[in-house]
């Protein structure tokens, strides 16, 4: 299982309807991307980790494990902005850029703990099946749900062929490295393929009519939550743009 | 390299998001057609796209001594064609997202445009075009995987760039930064990426040529050949 689909099965706010988590960090997510970085990006970052690590109960060392990979791209991503290409000399330190690079760094980082409040507390399975009610054809999701399944097994399988490959050196010098490689790559296409026939099958004996459709948790929407979060998305709008101008 | 959530200003984000819609609707039409017309293929496209999100997680070694992931819009292109792949790698990449904090719901659009559009086409493209020249099958996936790989990253690059200009020399400069930092690196991970799926491809041929059959790959018959560019290209 990945980290944070584990993280999205085991949090408190696992029971919640998927629409009153989406409501909240996606709203949270406009604010990140739509208010001015200044205050914008503290305020918006700050209630995001607040709800993750609080209510939602999730371990900072899951929300940490989670930024890691997406944080390299940002600071790598931000770099070139306090350079400045071309004149002389050609290439310099650019000394206006440092506040671009900092109001895009903190944004960024808002925006993935609004992303993570709602990949943290929602599996995707909870929300795929949904996705109907929002204009999505059920063909699409049916395709995305059976996707969601094997992927899992697919990635069992080629931790299963690297150990054994790595058992048996195979990853001793570059030549065996992409031979591995391509073993694996032609592995989890037979197996992801072997499956889906051994599937078509079991389902044909069954009756396919070409649909399938799974019973979908029956979850009521609280309404409590839902207000409190369009009050919490006006005290963050109006916050921050009252801070900026306090602060200007 | 997926464009990390909130990195790109709204307008931008939402500009991407416009200029993609269209290959995924397409891509989507195309899907439900098929669907409807064979629903057991519903479950091929399922096998289709949990393949390409594994594929893209396996550690390819590069020549620089780092490791990196295939973008595996090369092999899905080729396999899949670009209109399937439009919206598997949507689909691929919106589960990156949220299974993995990569990329990101508002950049959705910027990724899904240069991973699972402009990159599968020029694949598809090279690929067509290499076979139609005469070249080999080998030759064809190794040049439409490195190629589709390396335009992956030219367009990452000037989105960044038209997002965020340079101060002296616009967005010409601003290419040439992110550029030499997400493209011109690519150049070792393009040409890895190449190879490996020349020796996927070769071992699929072996172990797998009813499934390449299926898919249109090769043409049907007792020596399971390649199919020529024609039949490829239908």
Not at chain 1, 25 to 41: K, N, Q, R
Not at chain 2, 8 to 27: C, D, E, K, M, R
Not at chain 2, 76 to 105: E, Y
Not at chain 2, 155 to 181: R, W
Request: hydrophobic share 55%; with cysteine; proline share 7%.
């Amino acid at each position: 299982m990945l980290p944070l689909d584990a993280v999205a099965y085991t949090n408190r706010w696992r029971p919640r309807h998927p629409a009153e988590k989406a409501f909240l960090s996606l709203g949270l997510l406009t604010c990140a991307v739509a208010l001015p970085p200044w205050p914008g990006a503290p305020v918006v970052g700050v209630v995001a980790a607040m709800l993750l690590l609080g209510p939602a109960g999730v371990a900072p060392r899951q929300v940490w494990r989670a930024m890691k990979v997406p944080l390299g791209f940002v600071t790598v991503g931000s770099l070139p902005l306090l350079v400045a290409v071309g004149g002389t000399p050609w290439i310099r330190f650019e000394p206006t850029g440092v506040p671009l690079a900092l109001q895009l760094a903190g944004r960024a980082t808002a925006a993935l703990l609004c992303l993570l409040l709602f990949a943290a507390t929602t599996p995707l399975a909870d929300t795929l099946p949904r996705l109907n009610r929002l204009g999505v054809p059920p063909a699409i999701t049916e395709v995305s749900a059976l996707m969601y399944r094997m992927l899992f097994l697919l990635l069992e399988s080629v931790r299963t062929v690297r150990e054994a490959q790595a058992s048996r050196l195979g990853f001793r010098t570059w030549a065996t490295s992409y031979r591995s490689l391509a073993g694996q790559g032609g592995a989890i296409f037979v197996r992801a393929f072997e499956r889906a026939r051994r599937m078509e099958e079991g389902l044909a004996l069954r009756g396919y009519t070409g649909s399938l459709r799974v019973e979908v948790e029956q979850r009521p929407v609280s309404q409590p939550f839902v207000v409190a979060t369009g009050v919490l998305l006006v005290v963050v709008v109006v916050g921050t743009l009252t801070l900026r101008r306090v602060l200007a | 390299m997926h464009i990390a959530e909130g990195y790109l200003p709204p307008l931008h984000a939402a500009a991407w998001t416009v200029a993609a819609a269209p290959f995924v609707v397409h891509g989507a039409r195309a899907v439900v057609r098929r669907v409807r017309t064979d629903p057991d293929s519903k479950l091929l496209l399922g096998a289709a796209g949990a393949f390409s999100f594994v594929l893209s997680a396996l550690k390819i070694p590069s020549v620089t001594g780092s490791c990196s992931h295939p973008t595996g819009t090369g092999l899905g292109a080729v396999l899949f064609r670009p209109p399937v792949m439009a919206l598997l790698g949507t689909i691929v990449l919106f589960f990156q997202a949220t299974l993995l904090a990569h990329g990101g719901l508002t950049t959705l659009g910027a990724n899904v445009f240069s991973m699972a559009v402009v990159g599968p086409w020029v694949a598809y493209g090279v690929f067509v075009l290499t076979r139609r020249l005469g070249g080999g099958l080998a030759l064809g996936v190794f040049l439409a995987a490195a190629l589709g790989d390396l335009a992956t990253y030219c367009v990452t690059s000037v989105q960044l760039a038209l997002a965020f200009p340079d101060a002296a020399s616009g967005v010409a400069g601003s290419i040439a930064k992110f550029g030499s930092i997400f493209a011109v690196t690519q150049i070792p991970l393009a040409i890895s990426e190449g190879l490996l799926t020349v020796l996927i491809m070769r071992l699929l041929i072996r172990v797998s040529p009813a499934e390449l059959t299926r898919l249109g790959v090769l043409k049907p018959g007792p020596a399971a050949a390649p199919v020529t560019v024609k039949e490829a290209g239908a």
